[in-house]
């Protein structure tokens, strides 16, 4: 079927396993636009996909703008579907960790996200890639990578899930001898947990990069030198950074790790298993994504 050349059209890349199962995401969306004039082409994560494959859809399909339905993986895989491209992403968040979308002041609510998903503005923003992964908002090195693995083998989720998850991190996760190559120089030191970071804050809201900005021609990296179960749980949910005393930030375009031990890495919310090396390097303009008209990155 040819469209009307006025008609909009808008590519939504669905994970329905993502967030509450009381909420059919395809059908919220269907639900929403049933009377906007706008043209939908969905694609549903029942199963993984071709990155290549799903490119050559968004552009076959002639979409104005791409909508990533799901958790922080969804929105990953959308980001990378469209770097090189002038379509800007926008998110409806509804997975467990909703990151990027905490980053950029999504409304939680469906027909909020949404209504931004049309009438936000697109803004071209930085993205990193860690070891050969694409990452638009936060990766790290250590105890936070840990608590990502042992959190997501938890059947209870929320408080207790996390709670328990931070201290069997606690007690099972040594800190790490880290040497860390960039522009300005090298550092060595010991480490809990190095965050490479683009964005600023975790999905739960928490500041571990309070000097960041996406739209600048640099990412930072935090050295976190020591944690306890009390910080932890503060950062967790009082929404309140570590301790400036226990950390160092650097500003680079490129990043080098070697850890005298295999370490855990995330990358985007994403367990990635145990490295001693870690390469980062700056992409910048990668990705265009929509936020609050009054918002800032």
Not at 135 to 155: E, P, Q, R, T
Not at 169 to 182: D, G, I, S, Y
Not at 257 to 269: E, F, N, T
């Amino acid at each position: 079927m040819s469209l009307d050349q006025d008609q909009k059209s808008l590519f939504c890349i669905v994970n329905q396993g993502s967030g509450s199962d009381e909420i059919n995401l395809t059908q919220a969306i269907r639900e929403f636009f049933k009377e906007s004039g706008y043209h939908l082409h969905f694609l549903e994560l029942t199963r993984k996909f071709d990155k290549d494959w799903i490119r050559e859809e968004i552009q076959r399909s002639g979409a104005e703008r791409v909508i990533a339905a799901g958790g922080d993986g969804t929105v990953k895989l959308a980001a990378e579907c469209l770097t090189g491209t002038d379509i800007p992403l926008a998110i409806l968040p509804a997975g467990s960790a909703n990151g990027m979308a905490t980053e950029l002041q999504i409304p939680a609510g469906v027909d909020e996200a949404l209504q931004l998903a049309i009438g936000g503005v697109p803004t071209k923003v930085h993205a990193v890639l860690v070891n050969g992964e694409f990452c638009i908002h936060l990766a790290d090195l250590g105890f936070n990578a840990f608590l990502v693995k042992k959190f997501d083998s938890l059947s209870h989720r929320g408080m207790l899930g996390y709670a328990k998850a931070a201290w069997h991190a606690l007690w099972n996760h040594r800190k790490m001898e880290v040497t860390l190559k960039m522009e300005e120089g090298t550092v060595t030191s010991q480490a809990a947990m190095v965050v490479i970071a683009n964005a600023t804050m975790y999905g739960t809201g928490v500041k571990i990069n309070p000097v960041g900005k996406l739209t600048d021609d640099l990412f930072e990296v935090v050295l976190v030198k020591e944690y306890s179960l009390a910080e932890v749980l503060k950062m967790r949910f009082s929404r309140r950074g570590f301790n400036p005393k226990k950390v160092e930030f650097f500003q680079t375009r490129e990043l080098r790790i070697r850890s005298k031990h295999p370490a855990h890495l995330q990358v985007d919310g994403e367990y990635q298993g145990k490295v001693q090396t870690l390469e980062a390097k700056l992409i910048p303009a990668a990705i265009q994504l929509v936020r609050p008209p009054d918002g800032s990155v």
